[in-house]
C-alpha cells in the first residue's frame, strides 16, 4: 500500500516562504509522477507542480516563478519549496502520485498566508 506524508504547513505572513514535504513510503522513482495540489475552501482541487520520473518539470501558471519542486531520492522524498507567499496560497496542499493510473494522495497539509 503506498503511503505519502505530507509535513511542513504552518501560518505563514504575506511575503514569506515555506518549504512542503512528502515522503513516500516507497522509492519515488517507481512512480510515473509526482506532484502537488492544492484546495481552497469552495474551490477545485488544482494542480500547481509535478515531477516526472525523467525529472521533467511543470508548474502552473498561478504559481510559476514562485515556487520550486524538487526531490530526493535518497529520502523518498518530494520538496515544494514556496517563496512570496499570498493570502490567496492558503489552502490545503496535497501530495500526489501515479503509477500508469493509478493516483495516489496524501492526507494534505495546511498551509494558512496571513499577517
Known sequence: QVQLVE???GLVQPGGSLTLSCEASENIFNFNSMGWFRQSPGKERELIATINVGGRIHYADSVKGRITISRDGDRKTVY?????????DTAVYYCHANILS????GQGTQVTVAS
Not at 515544494?80 to 490567496?88: A, G, R, S
Open 80 to 88: 515544494l519549496f514556496m517563496n512570496n507567499l499570498k493570502p490567496e
Open 102 to 105: 493509478r493516483q495516489y494522495w
Open 7 to 9: 509535513s511542513g504547513g
